[in-house]
């Protein structure tokens, strides 16, 4: 794919920003940058707003895509960017990308964590959202580099009462001990790291410092402390998700999201909080729809958040940012876990079932082999090292950033094209309003019949889903006429109910080997009206709706 920029590293902020003024010089008429909050540390949360003619960037159907949301998922950040790039890059020379420019707009944010993503990028430390203390254990293990090797790996402590033992045909892997292993060396394996409130005896893990999540932290299903870990004190208690959701409000002309995390190589779509059996069907259909693009694109399988990916549907994953958007709003929101290992590995997950340790071991064996075939850097062997606490231990395992989080920087440009491949599939999903026609009729004396014919050639309705028809989201279209000396019969704004599109239709491909089309909701309608008018001037009819833009006309 034709880029501007080179992805031969993950962008620290640093480099975000200087990559996205270099696009902005480049392509100043398609793209505008604006912050929308600034963190703790006083980093920008930069969102691009990406399109042809960028003052109607409102009045056309959006496109939104985010990453970065969970700080040690790079790869998301560096797909967002990506995309934004390849659209820029190619508006010019590209038919279908200027198509999808010219109808439509992408609100891209490419890193919501800077603060998090940066200390995830420039130190060894591995975090959930953001480097911000919260609800701090007293005493514990917690990660710390020991060997200062750069890099937070395993910590293997030999002791009789281990869980683990080396194995006996390599020694770089642990597997686990059997109720016949009563002699020999057997480990405790922890994360390297040292303990706050050692007594001498029991290693207990201290809770994450750093564990806010803010993909818990949105206000739809929002749980509290200790029924959803890392959840915040309350909803948007984070600025950079309240400056998302405040972003996304602001912007009504959104009509599907795709938020890009890791790993695991699947699309997740909503529910996330119910069976999606409860769901409406036309929704359900939607997301098989861009199920099986992906599928196509991507080689990632789609996955219904609550009925088959989630392990414990009692206690399910409150206060995500796809729920909040097709929950609140009936935005159509999809969560893309790029890049996986253990597929790659020949050993790829099975979702919503427990695995054994011994399954785990063998999993972590495929990988190990991958990794030393195709980035043995990225795997250290043990080693003997000194910890001031627990004394003589080895470290020793996975560069896991860059193994398992997210691809080796050899293999991103590879996952960086599939995603925006996917991403642009995707947004060609969106509604369209058009004119399809408009007359005169000259009833003479200065009175005039005008009519016009509004449609939708999109795949998604007017309206979008059924979801966001059921939360009244959905405001009709909204047809004004201007230039007119008086108007004898019509209203100078008339609101007619949104539209519905060809992928509602009622069809039946099994009528007898006949293809059959059904009474449907309507895809276009007429308004007419008879006005009165004195002079030669043109009449100006706007069309306007909250999510598929606005159309404009003369006559």
Not at 95 to 102: F, N, R, S, T
Not at 173 to 193: I, K, N, Q, S, W
Not at 433 to 455: H, M, Q, R
Not at 532 to 544: A, F, L, N, Q
Request: hydrophobic share 35%.
């Amino acid at each position: 794919m034709k880029t501007t920029l080179t992805y031969d590293k993950y962008f620290t902020q640093t480099d975000r920003e200087k990559n996205i003024a270099v696009l902005k010089d480049k392509f100043a008429d398609l793209i505008t940058v604006e912050s929308i909050c600034k963190t703790k540390e006083g980093k920008d949360v930069l969102a691009l707003t990406i399109t042809a003619d960028n003052k109607k960037a409102s009045e056309k159907p959006a496109f939104y895509i985010d990453g970065n949301t969970h700080a040690g998922e790079v790869t998301g950040m560096m797909a967002a960017m990506h995309t934004a790039d390849y659209l820029l890059t190619n508006y010019a020379t590209d038919e279908k990308v200027k198509k999808l420019l010219d109808d439509n707009t992408f609100y891209i944010i490419p890193c919501v964590s800077p603060d998090g993503s940066d200390a995830y990028l420039t130190g060894p430390a591995i975090l959930r959202s953001v480097n911000r203390d919260y609800i701090k254990d007293p005493e514990g293990l917690y990660q710390k580099d020991i060997d200062d090797d750069g890099v937070i790996r395993m910590m293997r402590v030999k002791t009789k009462y281990g869980a683990w033992k080396k194995d006996p045909d390599n020694d770089d892997l642990m597997v686990p001990r059997t109720m016949e292993d009563r002699e020999g060396d057997f480990y405790d394996v922890y994360t390297e790291g040292l303990i706050d409130g050692y007594d001498g005896v029991d290693v207990k893990v201290k809770r994450a410092d750093w564990g806010l999540d803010f993909n818990r932290n949105y206000p739809f299903g929002w749980n509290c402390e200790p029924i959803q870990q890392g959840a915040g004190p309350y909803p948007l208690s984070n600025p950079e998700t309240k400056a998302v959701v405040d972003f996304v409000n602001s912007h009504p002309n959104i009509c599907a999201v795709l938020t890009h995390h890791t790993s695991g190589g699947i699309l997740l779509t909503p529910p996330g909080n119910e069976s999606e059996a409860k769901a409406p069907k036309y929704d359900i259909e939607v997301y098989n729809q861009l199920g099986a693009i992906c599928q196509k694109k991507m080689g990632y399988k789609k996955l219904n958040i609550f009925d088959s990916f989630l392990s414990d549907q009692e206690h399910y994953d409150s206060g995500a940012f796809d729920d909040w958007c097709y929950g609140s709003h009936g935005i159509y929101a999809t969560t893309l876990e790029l890049w996986n290992l253990e597929e790659r590995a020949g050993v790829p997950m099975v979702y919503n079932k427990p695995e054994n340790l011994f399954r785990q071991a063998e999993r972590t064996a495929a990988c190990y082999k991958w990794v030393k075939e195709n980035c043995p850097d990225k795997y250290a062997s043990w080693k003997k090292c000194e910890h001031p606490q627990l004394g003589a231990v080895e470290t020793g395992g996975f560069d896991i950033k860059q193994t398992f989080q997210n691809p080796p920087v050899s293999f991103l440009v590879s996952e960086l094209e599939k995603t925006t491949d996917f991403s642009i599939a995707y947004a060609s999903m969106l509604p369209k309003l058009v004119i399809e026609s408009v007359d005169k009729e000259d009833l003479g004396n200065g009175f005039f019949k005008v009519s016009i014919i509004v449609g939708n050639t999109g795949y998604l309705p007017t309206y979008v889903s059924d979801r966001a028809r059921f939360l009244k989201e959905n405001k009709g279209i909204e047809i004004v006429i201007k230039g007119f000396d008086e108007i004898i019969e019509g209203k100078e704004k008339t609101v007619i109910e949104d539209l519905s599109s060809f992928s509602k239709t009622n069809t039946d491909n099994y009528f007898y080997g006949n293809i059959s089309t059904f009474n449907s909701d309507p895809i276009h309608k007429k308004v007419t009206w008879i006005i009165k008018k004195s002079d030669s001037k043109p009449v100006e009819i706007t069309v306007s709706s909250r999510k598929a833009g606005v159309v404009n006309t003369s006559i």
